[in-house]
């Protein structure tokens, strides 16, 4: 069965520090991968997508997401978190047959001062 | 340029009544989604609309129907409502239907059902 699996249902980290949000994939054919984030009482937001390429894709808001075919995974990165990155961030795969996104469980990421 | 609009942003509904819910897509796009979000399930993927044709459909019972019209504007109708289905609808538009096309969100309707 094709899904998504983000392990961690939360991740808290200092301001400034690095942050990664995980994200695992089961699919078969090549993966179409994309984050959202969700702020409180929001919809989603477009942070970034994996088409083909280079591994390392740079989205918005300096994230930036490493895609790994070996591990199937599709980890969301930036160097230095701030407080306003707070929020709920989601991991989804897109497949050939149509615009069906499948999503992970989401992952609570909290940035502290 | 205008991101997706949905209206309402809120609902509180009966159990038994029918409600619809609206999506405007952002200008220029011709693909339509929704998509349900609970606290217990998650994101689940109601059905997607391109050129007023239902192009796919998730696992949902027949109560949930949509439409999509000639200018891409889409709503959803819930029929026979129940406490269950209290959730954040989202529609997400995107320029053509496709796998490698990211989709853009609208800031959702909360249904609450009474």
């Known amino acids: 069965a094709q899904s998504v699996a983000q392990p961690e249902d939360q991740v808290n980290v200092a301001e400034g520090n690095p942050l990664t949000v995980k994200c695992t994939y089961s699919?078969?054919?090549?993966?179409?991968l994309f984050w959202y984030v969700q702020y409180p009482n929001r919809g989603l937001q477009f942070l970034l997508k994996y088409i083909t390429g280079d591994n390392l894709v740079k989205g918005s808001y300096g994230f930036e997401a490493e895609f790994n075919k070996s591990q199937t995974s599709f980890h969301l990165k930036k160097p230095s978190a701030l407080v306003s990155d707070s929020a709920l961030y989601f991991c989804?795969?897109?497949?050939?047959?149509?615009?069906?996104?499948?999503f992970g469980q989401g992952t609570e990421l909290s940035v502290k001062p | 340029k205008a991101g997706v609009t949905q209206t309402p942003r809120y609902l509180i509904k009966t159990r038994g009544q029918q409600v619809t819910l609206s999506c405007s897509p952002i200008?220029?796009?011709?693909?339509v989604s929704w998509y349900q979000q609970t606290p217990g399930q998650g994101l689940q993927f109601l059905f997607e609309y391109f050129s007023e044709t239902q192009r796919n459909k998730g696992n949902f019972p027949g109560r949930f129907s949509g439409r999509q019209f000639s200018n891409s504007r889409s709503e959803m109708n819930v029929s026979t409502l129940e406490l269950g289905d209290s959730a954040l609808y989202l529609c997400?538009?995107?320029?053509?239907?496709?796998?490698?096309?990211?989709?853009?969100f609208g800031q959702g309707t909360r249904l609450t059902v009474v």
């Open positions: 989804a795969v897109r497949f050939a047959q149509g615009g069906k996104l499948i």
């Open positions: 200008s220029g796009h011709r693909s």
């Open positions: 699919v078969s054919g090549n993966p179409y």
């Open positions: 997400a538009s995107s320029l053509r239907q496709g796998e490698s096309t990211e989709a853009f």
